[in-house]
């Protein structure tokens, strides 16, 4: 992946808490996955302490977190310019030069890449606007509108109203995805892991989490939201070398098939059964929150080939599994 020299970065668009301690788990609790105790890396915030009304925490990898939600779905207003709150923190990320030099304003790149095309697709293929949703990168610990989370918990998106932000500890990659789920690492891995947030903020804009019911099993509500937020990123990776700053120039210059692969091989390992046997355990479908490896794979590779909302859409489809 390599970012336009020229292109402008938004930094309105990502926050940086650092040093705000460690929490044992969301709410009070700490979330589970289907991994025998591995943490669970990416999706949406539900309920504190286990059940989850939709899908905080595994974006990536297969289970669901427990956060508390407010409501989700529904219309919703787009952020005016001063709520936007810009990081200090980031005051050298001004160009997609400083993208290809510092991984931090890398992840703004891609932040700004992923919301200017949605900004633009959303409208065309649902007729809805999208809203802009700031990334808040963090350490130790997080106070959200879904609850408490700490580094354990794993990038997530919280839905509540008030909220409605993508929430990123920086070391998931490096300790969790790489070290523990035994992903092969790479640039792209952490755009896709963004951008299936990203994903999630679009179910909720259009009422999907809202319809999130069951919680587990191979074809559950939950497994359908996942895998959705999986082919959505699929989307974004198809025309992410068309999406534009503010004055024109795209952010992407190029992607090449090792980006691909390097997505494929983070969604494989984080499926809920390829959690459940790397943490010593037998593969247990009925308690999936997130889908195989296969089909994560297989969703991501569908937005990616069909790039349509229509062929992302999960809960219209008997299909869930590759054949």
Excluded at 34 to 59: A, D, E, H, S, Y
Aim: with cysteine; charged share 20%.
């Amino acid at each position: 992946m390599r970012f336009n020299p020229k292109a402008r970065l938004d930094r309105s668009q990502v926050q940086v808490r650092r040093g705000g301690g460690r929490s044992s788990g969301f709410g009070g609790g700490s979330f589970g996955g289907g991994g025998g105790g591995l943490p669970i890396p990416m999706g949406v915030g539900g309920g504190i302490g286990g059940i989850i009304v939709i899908v905080l925490i595994v974006v990536l990898s297969g289970g669901l977190g427990g956060l508390t939600g407010g409501d989700s779905g529904g219309s919703f207003s787009p952020r005016s310019d001063s709520e936007a709150v810009a990081s200090s923190e980031l005051t050298e990320c001004e160009s997609g030069e400083d993208a290809n030099q510092n991984p931090d304003c890398a992840r703004l790149a891609v932040v700004n890449s992923i919301q200017a095309f949605w900004e633009e697709t959303l409208p065309q293929q649902t007729g809805e606007q999208y809203v802009l949703a700031d990334t808040i990168m963090f350490s130790g610990g997080v106070e959200t509108g879904c609850g408490a989370a700490s580094s354990d918990t794993g990038p997530f998106y919280c839905p509540a109203r008030g909220d409605m932000q993508v929430y990123l500890d920086t070391t998931f990659f490096d300790e969790v995805l790489e070290g523990q789920l035994d992903a092969s690492g790479g640039d792209f891995q952490e755009a896709y892991v963004l951008a299936h947030e990203y994903g999630h903020h679009v179910e909720n804009l259009l009422g999907y989490l809202g319809r999130t019911r069951t919680q587990q099993g191979p074809e559950s509500d939950a497994v359908r939201v996942e895998l959705m937020a999986d082919c959505l990123a699929g989307m974004w990776t198809k025309y992410a070398t068309t999406a534009e700053d503010e004055n024109g120039e795209v952010l992407i210059l190029e992607l090449d098939q090792s980006d691909i692969t390097e997505a494929l091989d983070a969604a494989a390992a984080v499926g809920d059964d390829a959690i459940q046997q790397r943490g010593g355990g037998q593969v247990d479908p009925e308690s999936w929150t997130h889908g195989s490896a296969d089909a994560r794979e297989y969703w991501f590779t569908k937005g990616y080939e069909g790039g349509t909302f229509a062929g992302c859409d999960t809960f219209e489809t008997d299909q869930l599994y590759p054949s």
